[in-house]
């Protein structure tokens, strides 16, 4: 049986046989733990960092804004409460609980809320940088002025 002929198969999709060597350790994280980092005000990020990927735990204050901007990496964003407007490359819909946006990369987008908050998940490949850089620099800031219990971003540590 050559690889093709087992494509689409409970038994090679759930396979227990390595193909390779791991790349890191497992591990949980509790999303609510995360400090969450802000570019603009009421647009919280708390990414967390996997070896190729990242998920970022978006929370969107009502009438906020993430300004139009493109980058590098690829993003899908998937919508779990609220509402939110987006715009992608100049087609604009408002996206509710389960809408999901695919954002290749260098394409224009950014969002924004009306009258309600909106919580949504980005996913980026490869990992977003910026993003990393501001989370890691604004837990350093709150842990240099004292806030006990915070937590910065999740970059992965064991």
Do not use: Y
């Not at 995360?34 to 996997?50: I, S």
């Not at 604009?92 to 946006?101: E, F, H, I, L």
């Not at 924004?112 to 980026?124: R, S």
Request: proline letters at 7%; glycine letters at 10%; charged letters at 20%.
């Amino acid at each position: 049986m050559t690889d093709t002929d087992s494509l689409g198969d409970a038994e090679s999709h759930f396979t227990t046989q390595a193909q390779g060597v791991p790349t890191a350790k497992g591990r949980f994280v509790n999303v609510d733990e995360l400090t969450a980092a802000e570019f603009v005000p009421g647009l919280g990020f708390r990414p967390v960092l996997g070896h190729n990927a990242m998920v970022n735990f978006v929370s969107f204050a009502p009438g906020t804004e993430a300004p139009r901007h493109v980058h590098e990496e690829e993003q899908i964003v998937v919508v779990l409460e609220g509402e939110l407007t987006f715009d992608v490359d100049g087609e604009v819909k408002v996206m509710r609980k389960g809408d999901v946006a695919v954002i290749p990369s260098w394409v224009p987008h950014g969002a924004w809320t009306t009258d309600g908050p909106c919580l949504e998940i980005d996913v980026f490949a490869p990992p977003r940088t910026s993003l990393l850089k501001l989370a890691a620099a604004q837990a350093a800031e709150a842990a240099g002025a004292g806030e006990a219990g915070e937590a910065g971003p999740d970059t992965g540590a064991a």
